[in-house]
Nanobody, 120 residues
Framework: VQLQASGGGLVQAGESLRLSCAAS?????????MGWFRQAPGKMRELVAS???????NYADSVKARFTISRDNAKNMVYLQMNSLKPEDTAVYYC??????????????WGQGTLVTVSS
C-alpha cells in the first residue's frame, strides 16, 4: 500500500487548507478506517482525525470544530479540510489506515507527508 498526502503549504493564521491523501495498492480501502496524523518539530506523531468506512468521524480536541475529515471510497481518497488554522497546527501531515482493534494504531508504513506551515 502506498499513501501519499498532498495539499500542504504556507498560510497565515486564520486561513484554510485542504489536504488530500491517495491510497493505492489496497483492495480493501473502502472497509478501512482512515486517519490523519501530524508530527510537529520535536514532537510525537499524533492522530488528529479519523473516519470509518461508513463516514463516522472523530477528532482530537485540538482540532475539533476546525477540521473536517471526509473520504471518497470510489477514488481511494481521504481529505482533511482545515479551517481557522493556528500556528500550533504547523506540522507534517500524514494519512494511514487504522487498526480495527483500537482505531488509533497505524496499519501501513508511513508514506509521503505534506508540510503545513501556519504563520502568525
Amino acid at each position: 500500500v502506498q499513501l501519499q498526502a498532498s495539499g500542504g503549504g504556507l498560510v497565515q493564521a486564520g486561513e484554510s487548507l485542504r489536504l488530500s491523501c491517495a491510497a493505492s495498492g489496497s483492495a480493501i480501502f473502502s472497509a478501512d478506517t482512515m486517519g490523519w496524523f501530524r508530527q510537529a518539530p520535536g514532537k510525537m506523531r499524533e492522530l488528529v482525525a479519523s473516519i470509518t468506512s461508513g463516514g463516522s468521524a472523530n477528532y482530537a480536541d485540538s482540532v475539533k470544530a476546525r477540521f473536517t475529515i471526509s473520504r471518497d471510497n470510489a477514488k481511494n481518497m481521504v481529505y482533511l479540510q482545515m479551517n481557522s488554522l493556528k500556528p500550533e497546527d504547523t506540522a507534517v501531515y500524514y494519512c494511514n489506515a487504522l487498526l480495527p482493534s483500537d482505531l488509533r494504531t497505524p496499519v501501513f508504513a508511513w508514506g509521503q507527508g505534506t508540510l503545513v506551515t501556519v504563520s502568525s
